[in-house]
């Protein structure tokens, strides 16, 4: 898979949004600024969410009331279980070596 590193926070931010069910741009940007007071900007989102069909890790789903929600995909859901994963590995890791374990 191509890597996605140069926007992974993004990514992993919008795709742990869509977890729970489809929403279109603008509820993702409020989501992930609720949940985690990050603050994407329309060009970051959208040009994350680009990449990220591309990839197959979201797709379009028709549109609602003018507005185009998105939906993480099987490939989507296993990126971000596997990117989950590796955070968790990493901060055990950090944590245990700060003597926090």
Known sequence: MQSLDRFS???????????????????I???????YNKKLG???LYGA???MEKLNLIKPMPLQNRRKP??????GKAYLE????????????????????
């Open 82 to 101: 596997d990117r989950l994963n590796e955070l968790e590995e990493v901060t055990a890791l950090g944590r245990r070596r700060l003597g926090l374990l």
């Open 49 to 51: 969410i680009s990449r």
């Open 9 to 27: 926070e993004p990514a992993l931010f919008i795709l742990i949004s869509l977890a729970e069910g489809e929403k279109h741009g603008y509820a």
């Open 70 to 75: 998105y939906k993480i995909t099987a490939s």
């Open 29 to 35: 940007m409020e989501d992930i600024e609720q949940h």
């Open 42 to 44: 329309p060009g970051t």
